[in-house]
């Protein structure tokens, strides 16, 4: 049965049904939850959901109007009718939008897959048990990269060529694989320790728009704790001038570098613009390259929890100075990007 907001034996000392029921072992109730009351079988009835006075017995009792006593028995609201039902938990492998939550146990994963593309989340998310090691329904490589892996592709073969009297052609040129490492720094990560952050990286070819995503891990530089360092495995077909990288951090807006030349043996430097913090993880929505008030007030909510520290889901979306805890300090960091920041596209 659900609570009563508040009981009276005052209410309505002039009242006949109050006194009534308060002498007959009931508490007189100005806000019970149907419209039928406490009124023995009602049970199942169609009754109205508005609020009503009437005389609430308590568990497994009722009001028997005809003795004036609270009896053994049920009533509307004991009846699944009247109760507000409780919110449905989205199960492993699911997805849920604003207003949803997983059931226990599941962790929530914004972020979406198209084709090759990573997109935000934009207000849903995959409940899923990412970080045990298995890439399952709901996980792909852009909500849980350490579960999943990029997607091989096999280029389509290329078309015979038509019977000819001619030499036989010469080979096509083989492309090789090449590493090209890069940095990148995060603005507030002051102590060291830092190990396995997935960094989303776009790189765009200024000619003809052929974007790849590259989901990479990136690691810290030990004596700079803010300063990231990572490697992209690329076809030697990317050497050349002209190039755009679009990066996402973990907790971070988008930034994006333009004009950057790729070559052998040289490291991509995109420091020049530190990736702000503030875009959380949020368990609902995920997130949408925007510092918004949700960011404020689910950090600050997790800033001021009483009777327990924040877990390892919530540490993980909220987390922005990268120290395995979530405090004050990241609170300033949001504050301090500015709420309305955006990302850069």
């Not at 209410?11 to 308060?22: D, H, K, M, Y």
């Not at 109760?83 to 994963?109: A, F, K, R, W, Y």
């Not at 609902?284 to 800033?303: A, C, E, K, T």
Request: contains cysteine.
């Amino acid at each position: 049965m659900q609570p009563a907001v508040y009981y009276t034996t005052e209410a309505s000392p002039s009242s006949s049904p109050g006194i009534a029921c308060i002498s007959g072992g009931g508490q007189w109730q100005l806000d019970l939850p149907s419209g039928c009351a406490d009124n023995c079988g009602t049970q199942g009835a169609m009754c109205t959901q508005a609020l009503s006075n009437g005389c609430n017995c308590g568990d497994g009792k009722c009001w028997n109007g005809a003795t004036q006593t609270c009896i053994v028995g049920t009533s509307a609201m004991d009846a699944p009718s009247s109760i507000i039902p409780s919110p449905v938990c989205i199960t492993e492998g699911n997805s849920g939008g604003l207003g949803d939550s997983c059931c226990s146990g599941l962790i929530s994963n914004p972020g979406t897959l198209s084709g090759e593309d990573c997109l935000p989340g934009m207000g849903t998310f995959s409940c899923t048990k990412c970080g045990n090691d298995i890439c399952a329904a709901g996980e792909n490589w852009c909500n849980c990269p350490v579960d999943c892996s990029l997607p091989t592709t096999s280029p389509s073969p290329s078309p015979s060529p038509s019977p000819s009297p001619s030499p036989s052609p010469s080979p096509s040129p083989v492309t090789t694989s090449m590493d090209i490492p890069f940095s990148v720094r995060m603005k507030g990560v002051i102590n060291g320790g830092v190990s396995n952050q997935p960094l989303y990286l776009r790189i765009i070819n200024s000619s003809n728009k052929t974007i790849v995503f590259n989901p990479v891990v990136i690691w810290q530089n030990s004596s700079d704790p803010s300063l990231f360092k990572g490697n992209l495995s690329l076809d030697t077909s990317f050497i050349g001038t002209g190039w755009t990288v679009i990066i996402k951090g973990p907790v971070h807006l988008q930034r994006r570098f333009d004009n950057l030349t790729i070559a052998k043996n040289t490291e991509l430097n995109l420091t020049a613009k530190s990736l702000l913090p503030g875009d959380l993880q949020l368990p609902q929505s995920g997130q949408n390259d925007i510092v918004d008030y949700d960011d404020r007030d689910y950090l600050w909510s997790l800033v001021s929890l009483t009777g327990r520290s924040a877990n390892s889901a919530e540490i993980r979306a909220a987390d922005l100075d990268l120290n395995n805890r979530v405090d004050n300090r990241d609170y300033s960091l949001l504050i301090d990007t500015g709420i309305g920041t955006g990302g850069e596209h």
